[in-house]
């Protein structure tokens, strides 16, 4: 079954306690990305990738670090946990053809809280 | 900047009826532009993409329009029924560069009995 997941589902810490959730796709996509979701603000992108070793910032990186050194996952690395990190986290994936970014398949989401 | 407007209000539509939810943009060129669907605590699902060489798209009881001219599109759903109520984001995209994919807030939708 095609399908992006995300580990942790739910996930409570301290602040500044190191952490990661993880994001792994068994559709060969090429282009993988993470997404945050506050309410009033809807979703923004905060890292994304064209391909291995591909990285880019999206529209809220701060606080963020991701790396992609395998094609199937993209971990979401959170150094020094605040609370204004608190929030509903998304992982996504496509393909990334001629035309850019197609359909994007969501993961779960991971909903954060940040004490 | 780039900006996406989708109605920040819920819109509430008695079944049956057609429901039409709108995404303006500006300062875009949108090569073309997605539509998802997303339920509470979920992820955004997929729904439809039109690319701006098209000008009406379907998907059994949806239809998108894409009028690049006004910097809108419309999102329709015909006979709509209470398991149509969510949010429907909309996401224009300029294609074929290095950008990331940015989404509206969405509109939630809820169709009354």
Known sequence: EAQVTQNPRYLITVTGKKLTVTCSQNMNHEYMSWYRQDPGLGLRQIYYSMNVEVTDKGDVPEGYKVSRKEKRNFPLILESPSPNQTSLYFCASSFFGTSGIYEQYFGPGTRLTVT | ?113
Not at chain 2, 14 to 27: D, H, I, P, S, V
Not at chain 2, 63 to 86: C, E, G
Not at chain 2, 98 to 110: N, R, Y
């Open chain 2, 1 to 113: 900047s780039q900006k996406i407007e989708q109605n920040s209000e819920a819109l509430n539509i008695q079944e049956g009826k057609t429901a039409t939810l709108t995404c303006n943009y500006t300062n875009y060129s949108p090569a073309y532009l997605q539509w998802y669907r997303q339920d509470p605590g979920r992820g955004p699902v997929f729904l439809l993409l039109i690319r701006e060489n098209e000008k009406e798209k379907r998907k059994e009881r949806l239809k998108v329009t894409f009028d690049t001219t006004l910097k809108q599109s419309l999102f329709h759903i015909t006979a709509s029924q209470p398991a149509d109520s969510a949010t429907y984001l909309c996401a224009p995209y300029s294609g074929g560069g290095a950008d990331g994919l940015t989404f509206g807030k969405g509109t939630h939708l809820i169709i009354q009995p």
